[in-house]
């Protein structure tokens, strides 16, 4: 049953399926009603036309809207990917629906870190080259995959609120169920890492030539797929670096003999061609504790005081001739220092000279007189 | 006759019967639909809404057997694609806010005479300015218009795509171009006729 148009004013008529459908498609019968109806109610164009304009404005203010495009390239790759759901699901092979757990995940992340997180559940089947490709298809399960594309530091949390700090260019994935028998991440590229210390569960970071095994500690791994060397960098804690090839199955049991330790401020260089591990200290260590009592105040103090306050503040070792040294004495102010400045002031001001091998400081020297 | 030729009803039958052609079909002709409705609702993740249309695809394709002949296959894919969205995002607890059935009215400040007339000073053409109008309306409201004026279904698919009775999907219509005739004025209007 028709509406009694007649008595139409421009906000019935936009509220009319009939005429909407009219403003939207003309067809020629509706046309014909139309141009009918106009000729038997000519006071009522008015209206008419404007509830047409009305239609029109709004159409044109959801342009923003209707010009959302998706592009032809990732239909056909979104086509392919539905029907290999389906050829799985008709075989039987995969006994898990697909897309129940993992969502569930992809939606927290979307909407607290609006962060790009991509399935890679596609990349599985299809090329897999390179060794994080290779090393994700090894898990055999689906995985969240976190890609910086941008060109800062990205920061997010892992599942078990491990904070990651994902540098420009750089790819980490893991399990959807991360933290159920361990918590195994992939990386390419470089990333921090501030890792809630949790013995039961050791956190593992797999890169294309060795992996780094952590209880609890704040470090860093850069390894890029491309890159010649890989390096492990440790803040705080202990971690320790082995060769992909000496990972056993028993990875999470047991630390491999054959594995560098690396402990604050050390870091280590694993170069793929000569496939050796070079440990020493980070370039600019840093102190372990931030409210460090040490005040490297000093005021005519033995160095080897000086030291052994150095050694603490930094985890570091100092090896020096303590027979030699012990009439040195330092009176300074380092309090705002770095460890290398720190030391080029000592040196200096004692006539000493310092050399950093592998990860501890040799000082050596003629030694004082006695004043 | 070809394939492209056949009625919905039809084409839904041959899918139902198994044949991929007509399940292709119905892909290419409304993923594109699909795919933009799905952004309006969750604008962030073009990844998380090609996954919810995958599902929506897959899920169709297994039940295929089971499933009525819909009157609009749009209306059933849209339908079907927002409450897969919702599902997952409702596990969320509250982070989903902008997409439950929340409605915004309250939460929406109505611009003043200045804004409004600083908005049209500032807007290089009148869609512009009219885009600027809808994009502050509440959520519900612009999705409803965007069903029934972009869309084109009727008020009773509308109101079944959210959930409400077909008076109030017609309500959310009416306040949404209520306000805006409101706001763009009577001459304004004329002026976009003769725009266009």
Redesign the interface.
């Known amino acids: 049953m028709k509406p009694d148009y007649s008595s139409f004013k ?2 019935d008529f ?2 009319d ?1 009939a005429f ?2 009219y403003a ?2 003309r067809d020629s019968s509706s046309e014909a009603f139309w141009s009918d109806w106009l000729s038997e109610n000519p006071d009522k164009r008015a209206d008419f ?2 509830a047409l ?14 010009r ?3 592009s032809e390239e ?2 056909q790759q ?2 392919k ?2 029907r290999a ?2 050829a799985e ?1 008709a075989e039987k092979i995969k006994p898990l629906h ?2 129940i757990r993992w ?2 995940i ?3 992340f ?3 870190s ?1 962060m ?4 890679l559940k596609e990349n599985f089947s299809s090329d897999s080259t390179g060794s994080y490709q290779a090393q994700i298809k090894s898990l055999n399960s689906p995985v969240i995959e976190h890609s910086n594309t941008s060109g800062n530091i990205q920061h997010f949390r892992l599942p078990d609120s491990t904070m990651v700090m994902l540098h420009p260019g750089s790819r980490l994935s893991y399990v959807v169920n991360f933290g159920e028998h361990d918590r195994k991440v992939i990386l390419s590229g470089k990333a921090g890492f501030d890792v809630i210390r949790n013995p039961d569960l050791p956190f593992l970071v797999l890169t294309n030539a060795i992996t780094t095994k952590v209880l609890g500690t704040v470090f860093e791994v850069d390894a890029f797929d491309e890159g010649q060397v890989v390096r492990v960098k440790v803040k705080s804690g202990k971690v320790s670096v082995f060769k992909n090839k000496d990972v056993s199955e028993e990875i999470t049991e047991t630390m491999p003999a054959k594995g560098v330790l690396l402990t604050s401020n050390q870091e280590v260089v694993y170069t793929r061609t000569s496939d050796k591990f070079d440990k020493k200290l980070v370039s600019s260590p840093e102190m372990i504790l931030r409210e460090s009592p040490a005040t490297f105040q000093y005021e005519e103090s033995p160095v080897a005081e000086v030291f052994a306050e150095i050694e603490n503040a930094y985890g570091v070792n100092i090896i020096y001739d303590a027979e030699t040294l012990k009439d040195c004495q330092l009176t300074s102010s380092l309090a705002d220092e770095g460890l290398t400045e720190k030391l080029d002031i000592i040196c200096k001001s004692i006539g000493l000279q310092y050399e950093i091998i592998e990860t501890s400081i040799v000082i050596t020297g003629k030694g004082c007189n006695k004043q | 006759m070809t394939r492209e030729d056949i009625n919905e009803q039809d084409l839904w039958r041959f899918f139902q019967e198994g044949d991929e052609e007509a399940y ?1 079909l119905i ?2 002709k409304f ?2 639909t699909m ?2 409705y799905g ?2 609702l ?1 604008p ?2 073009e ?2 809404v ?2 919810c ?3 929506v ?2 899920e169709i ?2 039940k295929r057997e089971k499933l009525t002949v819909p009157d609009s296959i749009k209306h059933y894919l849209l339908k079907s694609l927002k409450i897969r969205i919702l599902h ?2 409702k ?2 607890e509250r ?2 806010t902008p997409l439950t059935e929340v409605d915004y009215e309250d939460l929406w400040q109505e611009p003043s005479a200045e804004d409004i007339f600083a908005e049209k000073e500032w807007a290089e053409s ?2 512009i ?3 600027r ?2 994009d502050k309306l509440p959520h519900r409201q612009q999705e409803a ?2 069903l ?3 869309e ?1 279904m ?2 009773e698919q509308v109101a079944e795509i959210m959930e409400v009775n077909r008076q109030s999907a ?1 309500n959310l ?2 306040r ?3 306000k ?2 409101h706001q ?1 004025g ?1 001459l304004q ?2 002026l ?2 003769y725009f ?1």
């Open positions: 421009p906000l936009v509220l399926d909407i459908r939207l498609v036309e404007e304009v009305l239609i029109e404005a709004v159409r044109a203010g959801l342009t923003d809207y209707s959302i495009h998706l990732k239909e979104l086509l990917r539905i759901t389906n699901a697909p897309g969502w569930k992809a939606a927290v979307m909407l607290i609006s790009a997180v991509w399935f | 292709t892909y290419s993923v594109k795919f933009r952004m309006s969750v962030v993740s990844a998380f090609l996954d249309i995958h599902d695809f897959t394709w297994i997952l995002l596990r969320k982070l989903s009148r869609e300015v009219v885009k109008l809808i218009l965007r029934r004026y972009i084109n009727d008020f017609q219509v009416f949404a171009i209520e805006l005739r763009l009577f209007l004329l976009f006729y266009f």
